[in-house]
């Protein structure tokens, strides 16, 4: 099954914050994290196009004798147009995963009821965390967390409920008063309107592939290459 070996691909980077963490943190710039999908994108797409498409031509070409004797021509068509489907079906399964994979990640910055969202960088999370582990003694009992991580006021509240963290933001902002308004840059819109940008090109990346026939037959007179 040429399939096989690709099955497990995915149109969005692995470990997509992570990727982007590692590099600069969270929340990042929304710039950054597009390339850093764009790039993917399009590195798999042409994985499947190239490498994935080429393979199935390729095992068509070689035993074109199964079904390429008379009693079969007749029905090439059909058998094609089957071909055809199998492959679309694959790819939207990939796409679907993909899409998913997309929408865990963002559900990752969904914030609890009652939860508010705070400016809580990568490195404040880890200390915050520890903040609400260190209320605890090894025996689970409550103890007395270390004064210097109760000083920050937007730690203490951590103590002993790390279910209180405040995961960060997704995406950096720049606020600033100008002629008497606040400007957000990117704006919320701009932020909404690149994301789902993102959604629609995980959709239509792979929306449209050659089908098998179009390089094993001429298309003037229907003979085998």
Same mark, same amino acid.
């Given at each position: 099954?040429?399939?096989?070996?690709? !099955?497990?691909?995915?149109?969005?980077?692995?470990?997509?914050?992570?990727?982007?963490?590692?590099?600069?943190?969270?929340?990042?710039?929304?710039?950054?994290?597009?390339?850093? =999908?764009?790039?993917?994108?399009?590195?798999?797409?042409?994985?499947?196009?190239?490498?994935?498409?080429?393979?199935?031509?390729?095992?068509?070409?070689?035993?074109?004798?199964?079904?390429?004797?008379?009693?079969? =021509?007749?029905?090439?068509?059909?058998?094609?147009?089957?071909?055809?489907?199998?492959?679309?079906?694959?790819?939207?399964?990939?796409?679907?995963?993909?899409?998913?994979?997309?929408?865990? @990640?963002?559900?990752? +910055?969904?914030?609890?009821?009652?939860?508010?969202?705070?400016?809580?960088?990568?490195?404040?999370?880890?200390?915050?965390?520890?903040?609400?582990?260190?209320? @605890?003694?090894?025996?689970? &009992?409550?103890?007395?967390?270390?004064?210097?991580?109760?000083?920050?006021?937007?730690?203490?509240?951590?103590?002993?409920?790390?279910?209180?963290?405040?995961?960060?933001?997704? +995406? =950096?902002?720049?606020?600033?008063? &100008?002629?008497?308004?606040?400007?957000?840059?990117?704006?919320?819109?701009?932020?909404?309107?690149?994301?789902?940008?993102?959604?629609?090109?995980?959709?239509?990346?792979?929306?449209?592939?050659?089908?098998?026939?179009?390089?094993?037959? !001429?298309?003037?007179?229907?003979?085998?290459?």
């Amino acid at each position: 099954d040429a399939w096989q070996e690709y !099955s497990g691909l995915s149109l969005v980077a692995d470990k997509a914050g992570t990727l982007v963490a590692e590099s600069a943190g969270l929340p990042c710039e929304l710039d950054k994290f597009r390339e850093l =999908q764009s790039s993917h994108r399009v590195r798999v797409c042409d994985t499947l196009r190239e490498q994935w498409f080429g393979e199935v031509v390729d095992r068509f070409h070689n035993n074109r004798a199964a079904f390429m004797n008379s009693k079969q =021509q007749d029905h090439l068509e059909t058998f094609f147009a089957s071909v055809a489907t199998l492959m679309e079906n694959q790819l939207r399964d990939l796409t679907t995963r993909s899409i998913h994979q997309m929408e865990e @990640y963002f559900a990752r +910055f969904r914030l609890a009821p009652g939860q508010s969202q705070g400016a809580v960088t990568a490195a404040e999370a880890e200390k915050a965390g520890e903040a609400a582990h260190s209320g @605890y003694t090894v025996d689970g &009992q409550p103890g007395n967390p270390p004064e210097e991580l109760l000083e920050d006021e937007s730690k203490r509240d951590f103590y002993g409920d790390e279910s209180k963290l405040t995961p960060p933001a997704a +995406f =950096q902002v720049t606020v600033a008063f &100008q002629n008497g308004a606040v400007e957000i840059s990117p704006s919320f819109a701009e932020i909404e309107r690149q994301v789902l940008d993102l959604f629609d090109r995980l959709v239509d990346c792979l929306a449209s592939v050659d089908r098998v026939e179009s390089k094993l037959f !001429s298309s003037s007179k229907g003979k085998f290459y």
